[in-house]
């Protein structure tokens, strides 16, 4: 048995923040997802998923933390699922890189990297170089909240200019529309 030791980098714009986690190769990727989280400070009540990765930092083969499958075609190439998954199953080149999508509505982005292995194994993954101060989970703003539009109190078209009015008139009820 052997150690991996991944570089996690969170994804930001502001300051260089990240984490080097040892963690056993025989670890599932719910161990590791759950070593990131705490590394972090981030709560575990959202929903996420890590992608296999290469050199150009795209999204291939989904491991998500929940089975997503609903009944689908049970011949289809699904996503694999944290819980079931082992890091060495998927650690197939040095330098493996994988993108963890944590929080689909704030998407925080964490591009994670195999920076070695060691013989020892921990007990527990260990977080073994922390560089930078984490944001808290909350400081980025969800999409719905982005969305804002603001206005000096006029209004930016005339519902008449465009005939709305008139459109209104003729259809007052769904059936009027003949299907």
């Known amino acids: 048995m052997s150690a991996l030791k991944f570089r996690v980098l969170l994804d930001s714009s502001d300051h260089e923040v990240f984490r080097d986690i040892l963690i056993d190769e025989n670890a599932t990727f719910e161990t590791f997802y759950n070593a990131i ?36 075609d049970p011949d289809a190439i699904l996503p694999g699922v944290m819980s079931d998954c082992e890091l060495k199953d998927f650690m197939n080149e040095e330098d493996q890189k994988m993108i963890l999508v944590h929080d689909f509505i704030r998407m925080w982005i964490f591009l994670i990297e195999l920076i070695g292995t060691e ?34 109190g006029e209004e930016d078209f005339d519902e008449d200019e465009f005939g709305f009015d008139e459109f209104e008139e003729g259809y007052e009820d769904f059936n009027d529309y003949d299907y």
């Open 37 to 72: 989280l705490e590394a972090y400070q981030f709560s575990g009540e959202q929903m996420a998923s890590f992608y296999m990765s290469n050199e150009n930092w795209d999204k291939g083969y989904e491991i998500s933390l929940f089975d997503m499958a609903f009944g689908e």
């Open 119 to 152: 013989e020892k194994t921990p007990d527990h993954p260990k977080v073994v170089l922390s560089v930078g101060n984490a944001p808290s989970e909350s400081s980025r703003s969800g999409e719905e909240e982005d969305l804002r539009f603001e206005t000096d």
